[in-house]
Protein backbone atom coordinates (compact mmCIF):
# COMPACT_ATOMS: atom_id res chain seq x y z
CA UNK A 1 0.00 0.00 0.00
CA UNK A 2 1.16 3.40 -0.91
CA UNK A 3 0.52 7.03 0.10
CA UNK A 4 1.41 10.52 -0.91
CA UNK A 5 0.38 13.88 -1.36
CA UNK A 6 2.19 16.30 -3.75
CA UNK A 7 3.39 18.03 -0.80
CA UNK A 8 3.25 17.78 2.88
CA UNK A 9 1.72 15.05 5.31
CA UNK A 10 -1.95 14.84 5.86
CA UNK A 11 -4.13 13.69 8.84
CA UNK A 12 -5.06 10.63 7.05
CA UNK A 13 -1.28 9.45 6.30
CA UNK A 14 -0.63 9.58 9.79
CA UNK A 15 -3.55 7.62 10.88
CA UNK A 16 -1.86 5.32 8.21
CA UNK A 17 1.12 4.84 9.53
CA UNK A 18 -0.20 4.30 13.16
CA UNK A 19 -1.96 1.24 11.36
CA UNK A 20 1.23 0.27 10.18
CA UNK A 21 3.04 0.00 13.66
CA UNK A 22 -0.47 -2.24 14.62
CA UNK A 23 -1.26 -4.11 11.40
CA UNK A 24 1.18 -6.95 10.26
CA UNK A 25 0.12 -7.07 6.98
CA UNK A 26 0.38 -3.54 5.95
CA UNK A 27 3.01 -1.85 4.07
CA UNK A 28 3.34 1.30 3.62
CA UNK A 29 5.64 3.35 1.11
CA UNK A 30 6.65 6.31 1.05
CA UNK A 31 5.84 7.67 -2.29
CA UNK A 32 6.26 11.08 -4.66
CA UNK A 33 3.70 11.07 -7.34
CA UNK A 34 6.48 12.89 -8.86
CA UNK A 35 8.98 10.06 -8.90
CA UNK A 36 7.66 7.80 -11.32
CA UNK A 37 9.98 4.77 -10.35
CA UNK A 38 8.57 5.52 -6.22
CA UNK A 39 4.94 4.28 -7.88
CA UNK A 40 6.76 1.22 -9.89
CA UNK A 41 8.50 0.19 -6.87
CA UNK A 42 5.04 0.84 -4.07
CA UNK A 43 2.65 -0.70 -6.95
CA UNK A 44 4.57 -4.50 -7.07
CA UNK A 45 2.20 -7.02 -6.44
CA UNK A 46 -0.61 -4.93 -6.07
CA UNK A 47 -4.22 -5.13 -7.31
CA UNK A 48 -5.75 -2.06 -7.02
CA UNK A 49 -4.72 1.46 -7.20
CA UNK A 50 -6.82 4.15 -5.58
CA UNK A 51 -5.65 7.05 -6.92
CA UNK A 52 -6.18 10.78 -4.62
CA UNK A 53 -4.08 13.24 -5.87
CA UNK A 54 -5.90 15.98 -3.83
CA UNK A 55 -2.95 19.25 -2.26
CA UNK A 56 -2.85 19.62 1.01
CA UNK A 57 -1.78 23.20 0.49
CA UNK A 58 -4.82 24.05 -1.57
CA UNK A 59 -4.75 24.99 -5.34
CA UNK A 60 -4.01 28.89 -5.07
CA UNK A 61 -1.51 28.62 -8.28
CA UNK A 62 -1.35 27.59 -11.90
CA UNK A 63 1.90 25.74 -11.23
CA UNK A 64 -0.37 23.11 -8.95
CA UNK A 65 -2.41 22.49 -11.74
CA UNK A 66 0.90 21.56 -13.96
CA UNK A 67 2.37 18.91 -11.00
CA UNK A 68 -1.18 17.41 -10.77
CA UNK A 69 -1.27 16.56 -14.09
CA UNK A 70 2.31 15.52 -14.17
CA UNK A 71 1.14 13.10 -11.08
CA UNK A 72 -1.83 11.37 -12.81
CA UNK A 73 0.06 10.77 -15.72
CA UNK A 74 2.67 8.75 -13.80
CA UNK A 75 0.03 7.09 -11.75
CA UNK A 76 -1.71 5.67 -14.79
CA UNK A 77 1.50 4.91 -16.71
CA UNK A 78 3.13 2.85 -13.36
CA UNK A 79 -0.27 1.09 -13.83
CA UNK A 80 -0.13 0.59 -16.89
CA UNK A 81 3.70 -1.13 -16.34
CA UNK A 82 2.17 -3.35 -13.14
CA UNK A 83 0.57 -6.37 -14.31
CA UNK A 84 -1.03 -7.22 -10.79
CA UNK A 85 -2.99 -4.19 -11.23
CA UNK A 86 -6.67 -4.68 -11.99
CA UNK A 87 -8.55 -1.80 -11.66
CA UNK A 88 -7.45 2.15 -11.41
CA UNK A 89 -9.98 4.10 -9.01
CA UNK A 90 -9.10 7.88 -9.72
CA UNK A 91 -10.39 10.56 -7.37
CA UNK A 92 -11.33 13.54 -9.25
CA UNK A 93 -14.20 16.15 -8.12
CA UNK A 94 -17.40 17.58 -9.37
CA UNK A 95 -15.39 20.31 -10.01
CA UNK A 96 -14.07 18.60 -13.41
CA UNK A 97 -17.80 18.47 -14.84
CA UNK A 98 -19.48 21.91 -13.59
CA UNK A 99 -17.74 24.64 -14.79
CA UNK A 100 -18.38 26.35 -18.05
CA UNK A 101 -19.92 29.84 -19.21
CA UNK A 102 -23.89 28.28 -19.89
CA UNK A 103 -23.83 25.99 -17.23
CA UNK A 104 -27.02 28.10 -15.72
CA UNK A 105 -28.83 27.28 -18.90
CA UNK A 106 -28.31 23.41 -19.24
CA UNK A 107 -30.84 21.26 -17.43
CA UNK A 108 -28.99 18.05 -16.57
CA UNK A 109 -24.85 18.31 -15.38
CA UNK A 110 -24.15 14.62 -15.84
CA UNK A 111 -21.03 12.58 -16.08
CA UNK A 112 -20.62 13.48 -19.79
CA UNK A 113 -19.95 17.05 -18.88
CA UNK A 114 -16.26 18.58 -18.53
CA UNK A 115 -15.52 22.06 -16.67
CA UNK A 116 -14.33 24.06 -19.85
CA UNK A 117 -10.32 24.68 -19.27
CA UNK A 118 -10.53 28.25 -20.80
CA UNK A 119 -13.41 29.29 -18.35
CA UNK A 120 -11.44 28.23 -15.33
CA UNK A 121 -8.20 29.46 -16.24
CA UNK A 122 -9.99 32.91 -17.30
CA UNK A 123 -11.80 32.75 -13.61
CA UNK A 124 -8.65 31.14 -12.28
CA UNK A 125 -10.75 28.22 -10.49
CA UNK A 126 -6.96 26.35 -9.78
CA UNK A 127 -8.89 23.67 -8.27
CA UNK A 128 -11.70 23.18 -11.44
CA UNK A 129 -8.58 23.46 -13.76
CA UNK A 130 -6.32 20.90 -11.87
CA UNK A 131 -9.03 18.00 -11.67
CA UNK A 132 -10.39 18.98 -15.01
CA UNK A 133 -6.85 18.63 -16.42
CA UNK A 134 -5.38 15.92 -14.80
CA UNK A 135 -8.63 13.37 -15.00
CA UNK A 136 -8.49 14.08 -18.78
CA UNK A 137 -5.04 13.06 -18.61
CA UNK A 138 -5.58 10.03 -16.78
CA UNK A 139 -8.28 8.74 -19.03
CA UNK A 140 -6.77 9.64 -22.32
CA UNK A 141 -3.30 7.48 -21.18
CA UNK A 142 -5.60 4.82 -19.57
CA UNK A 143 -7.37 4.48 -22.86
CA UNK A 144 -4.21 3.98 -24.83
CA UNK A 145 -2.66 1.63 -22.24
CA UNK A 146 -5.87 0.08 -21.83
CA UNK A 147 -5.62 0.00 -18.24
CA UNK A 148 -9.40 -0.50 -16.69
CA UNK A 149 -10.22 2.76 -14.75
CA UNK A 150 -12.90 4.16 -12.84
CA UNK A 151 -13.28 7.64 -11.98
CA UNK A 152 -14.87 9.07 -8.75
CA UNK A 153 -16.02 12.56 -8.91
CA UNK A 154 -17.21 13.52 -5.64
CA UNK A 155 -18.77 16.94 -4.29
CA UNK A 156 -17.46 18.93 -1.44
CA UNK A 157 -16.09 16.11 1.06
CA UNK A 158 -17.61 16.37 4.55
CA UNK A 159 -17.85 15.15 8.11
CA UNK A 160 -16.53 14.83 11.86
CA UNK A 161 -13.40 17.87 11.24
CA UNK A 162 -13.05 16.68 7.57
CA UNK A 163 -12.86 20.50 6.40
CA UNK A 164 -10.80 21.56 9.78
CA UNK A 165 -8.04 19.15 8.78
CA UNK A 166 -8.44 20.12 5.03
CA UNK A 167 -9.14 23.58 5.08
CA UNK A 168 -6.65 24.54 1.92
CA UNK A 169 -8.41 22.33 -0.29
CA UNK A 170 -11.81 22.81 1.09
CA UNK A 171 -11.97 26.22 0.71
CA UNK A 172 -10.42 25.52 -3.12
CA UNK A 173 -13.54 23.95 -3.72
CA UNK A 174 -15.41 26.42 -2.93
CA UNK A 175 -14.16 29.13 -4.68
CA UNK A 176 -17.01 30.28 -6.96
CA UNK A 177 -19.68 28.36 -4.20
CA UNK A 178 -22.21 31.79 -4.43
CA UNK A 179 -22.47 30.61 -8.73
CA UNK A 180 -22.44 27.25 -8.00
CA UNK A 181 -25.45 27.34 -5.29
CA UNK A 182 -27.06 29.62 -8.13
CA UNK A 183 -26.89 27.38 -10.57
CA UNK A 184 -27.73 24.54 -8.41
CA UNK A 185 -24.61 22.79 -8.72
CA UNK A 186 -23.49 22.88 -5.29
CA UNK A 187 -23.35 19.41 -3.45
CA UNK A 188 -21.71 17.54 -0.71
CA UNK A 189 -20.82 14.46 0.34
CA UNK A 190 -19.85 12.22 3.72
CA UNK A 191 -16.18 10.92 3.92
CA UNK A 192 -17.83 8.03 4.59
CA UNK A 193 -19.95 7.38 1.55
CA UNK A 194 -17.62 8.40 -1.12
CA UNK A 195 -14.95 5.74 0.65
CA UNK A 196 -17.80 2.77 0.22
CA UNK A 197 -18.51 4.08 -3.82
CA UNK A 198 -14.19 4.15 -4.48
CA UNK A 199 -14.59 0.17 -2.51
CA UNK A 200 -17.76 -0.66 -4.37
CA UNK A 201 -16.04 0.89 -7.83
CA UNK A 202 -13.38 -1.21 -7.26
CA UNK A 203 -15.21 -4.60 -6.67
CA UNK A 204 -18.47 -4.45 -8.79
CA UNK A 205 -17.35 -5.47 -12.56
CA UNK A 206 -19.96 -3.64 -14.22
CA UNK A 207 -18.27 -0.31 -12.80
CA UNK A 208 -17.18 1.98 -15.60
CA UNK A 209 -16.36 5.24 -16.60
CA UNK A 210 -17.27 8.28 -14.35
CA UNK A 211 -19.33 8.11 -10.78
CA UNK A 212 -20.70 11.74 -9.85
CA UNK A 213 -20.87 10.94 -5.48
CA UNK A 214 -22.74 13.26 -3.53
CA UNK A 215 -25.70 13.18 -0.99
CA UNK A 216 -27.20 17.03 -1.03
CA UNK A 217 -27.44 19.43 -4.09
CA UNK A 218 -27.23 23.04 -1.75
CA UNK A 219 -29.94 24.78 -3.31
CA UNK A 220 -31.84 26.56 -0.88
CA UNK A 221 -31.03 29.04 2.21
CA UNK A 222 -31.90 26.30 4.44
CA UNK A 223 -29.65 24.01 2.77
CA UNK A 224 -26.68 26.47 2.54
CA UNK A 225 -27.44 27.11 6.40
CA UNK A 226 -26.65 23.44 6.94
CA UNK A 227 -23.88 23.28 5.09
CA UNK A 228 -22.18 26.43 6.42
CA UNK A 229 -22.57 24.88 10.10
CA UNK A 230 -20.76 21.20 8.86
CA UNK A 231 -17.82 23.76 7.76
CA UNK A 232 -17.80 26.07 10.87
CA UNK A 233 -15.64 27.44 12.29
CA UNK A 234 -13.89 27.77 8.56
CA UNK A 235 -16.80 29.56 7.30
CA UNK A 236 -18.24 32.09 9.73
CA UNK A 237 -22.20 31.56 10.51
CA UNK A 238 -24.38 34.77 8.82
CA UNK A 239 -26.03 37.12 11.05
CA UNK A 240 -29.14 36.06 10.00
CA UNK A 241 -28.38 32.28 11.26
CA UNK A 242 -31.25 32.63 13.89
CA UNK A 243 -34.10 33.77 11.65
CA UNK A 244 -36.73 31.21 10.32
CA UNK A 245 -35.91 30.36 6.73
CA UNK A 246 -39.57 31.25 4.91
CA UNK A 247 -40.18 32.13 1.32
CA UNK A 248 -36.40 31.87 0.43
CA UNK A 249 -35.69 31.01 -3.38
CA UNK A 250 -35.36 27.32 -4.51
CA UNK A 251 -32.93 27.62 -7.57
CA UNK A 252 -33.22 24.30 -10.26
CA UNK A 253 -30.99 21.23 -9.43
CA UNK A 254 -29.21 20.58 -12.09
CA UNK A 255 -26.69 17.69 -10.70
CA UNK A 256 -27.59 14.17 -11.94
CA UNK A 257 -26.18 10.63 -10.48
CA UNK A 258 -28.24 8.00 -11.31
CA UNK A 259 -25.41 6.12 -12.43
CA UNK A 260 -23.92 6.43 -8.84
CA UNK A 261 -27.28 5.28 -7.46
CA UNK A 262 -27.40 2.29 -10.03
CA UNK A 263 -23.69 1.26 -8.68
CA UNK A 264 -24.93 1.48 -5.11
CA UNK A 265 -28.41 -0.20 -4.51
CA UNK A 266 -28.31 -2.50 -7.94
CA UNK A 267 -24.56 -3.00 -8.36
CA UNK A 268 -24.66 -2.36 -11.85
CA UNK A 269 -23.60 0.68 -13.74
CA UNK A 270 -23.57 0.52 -17.65
Known amino acids: MGSSSLMGESVLEEKIRDMEANEERLEVYDVDVLDYQSILISLNNCNAVFCCLDNPEGYDEEKEVDLEVRGAINVVEACARTESIEKIVFSSSLTA ?7 GTQKDVDEKCWSDLDFCLKKKLWHALAKTQSEKAAWALAMDRMVNMVS ?15 PRPTMS ?37 RYFCFNQIVNTEEEALKLVQTLSPLIPMPPRHEKEMQGSEVYEERLRNKKLNKLVEAGFAC
Open 97 to 103: AIWRDNI
Open 152 to 166: VNPGLIVGPSVAQHN
Open 173 to 209: YLKGAAQMYENGVLAYVDVEFVADVHIRAFEDTSACG
